[in-house]
């Protein structure tokens, strides 16, 4: 039975393999709760389980008034379970695919500039705490969770070293801005504890839970609408998004998934113009109205890529999906005439 195999089988697992990750145990934990409390699925031999008590159970979860992203975090728990238990040889044929809901609210809120001096400014009034750990994640982009559990040995030379998260990328170095660095000194000067934000929790260091009610009151303050911490975070990488190329922005976020950084790349008419005359030597897109004023034809401007006069080879290649020309490193100098070798072979 499925119960049988969780107990038995995916449980230990799971208790083990992320023994050091608690963010990680509780999203597996409250996942496994609900599976185990839905009789039709827990008491289901695992090769009987079909589409429809899949059906069941989201339907029995929409009831409790659970969200659509709640319900798909306790599906991937499912979906995790049936997989291991193929490759685990628990069954001997194929187990219903299980699909994510559709319409999940992403977090695609991102705060103007008014918006976050205004809670900036009440979070100030509520407690530097607050002000402090909002910063890091406006500033840095950090996770939350990263944050909550920085050392202060994690602090050095200019930056932010987060040495592990999520996933193996959530490994990286993130250089603070000087209001960062500033608030981390007047707190480093009476630092007590390993922990940058210590707190008497079971951890040692502050939670979620120890902020909530000073987020609150700082959103009342400040009349901005409603958002959770982790907006702070997404309009960090949203504004970095338009000053750096993907790949750079992938590894300051931290993502293991390159379709997760696309969704906060948004390329303009206006950038991608930018960046093809950029590839094309700063040749303009079309020409001036001088030139179309004077009747000056296309093909009789010069281009920056024009390769006549060249010493070396001057034909065009193909690079990286573009087709440019393979110029030379030296204009070609004047030469005296010579005899030419007859027997010089081409």
Not at 138 to 154: G, H, T
Not at 268 to 289: C, N, P, V, W
């Amino acid at each position: 039975m499925l119960r049988e195999f969780i107990d038995n089988d995916f449980a230990p697992f799971v208790e083990s393999r992320f023994a050091s990750k608690a963010k990680t145990l509780e999203y597996y934990r409250i996942g496994l709760k609900n599976l185990r409390e839905f009789e039709p699925l827990a008491s289901s031999l695992l090769d009987a389980i079909t589409g429809d008590k899949i059906a069941a159970f989201i339907a029995k979860r929409r009831q409790a008034g659970l969200a659509i992203a709640g319900i798909n975090r306790q599906l991937e728990v499912l979906r995790r379970m049936l997989k291991l238990a193929v490759e685990w040889g628990k069954v001997e044929k194929l187990l219903p695919k299980v699909e994510m809901l559709s319409g999940e609210n992403h977090r695609e809120r991102v705060l103007s500039p008014d918006e976050e001096n205004r809670y900036l400014a009440a979070a100030s009034a509520q407690s530097y705490l607050l002000r402090d750990v909002t910063t890091i994640l406006l500033d840095c982009a950090l996770r939350p969770e990263e944050c909550f559990r920085m050392r202060w040995e994690d602090v050095r030379d200019g930056a932010l070293h987060i040495l592990y998260g999520k996933t193996e990328n959530a490994r990286r170095t993130i250089p603070m801005t000087q209001r960062v660095a500033a608030q981390l000194d007047m707190r480093q000067t009476d630092a007590a504890s390993e922990w940058v934000f210590p707190a008497p929790t079971a951890t040692g260091h502050i939670e979620k839970s120890t902020l909530k009610k000073q987020h609150k009151k700082a959103l009342a303050a400040s009349k901005v609408e409603p958002f959770t911490l982790y907006t702070f975070r997404h309009t960090c990488l949203t504004r970095w998004a338009a000053f750096m190329d993907p790949y750079t922005l992938a590894y300051l976020a931290g993502h293991s998934d390159f379709s997760t950084t696309r969704r906060y790349v948004h390329p303009q008419a206006d950038t991608i113009k930018a960046a093809i005359e950029k590839a094309r030597g700063g040749h303009r897109i079309g020409h001036s109205e001088s030139e179309t004023a004077e009747g000056t034809k296309p093909s009789a401007v010069k281009s920056p890529n024009n390769c006549d006069g060249m010493i070396g080879r001057g034909e065009r290649i193909r690079t990286s999906g573009l087709l440019v020309p393979n110029q030379a490193l030296y204009q070609a100098e004047p030469r005296p005439d010579r005899p030419v070798d007859s027997h010089r072979h081409l």
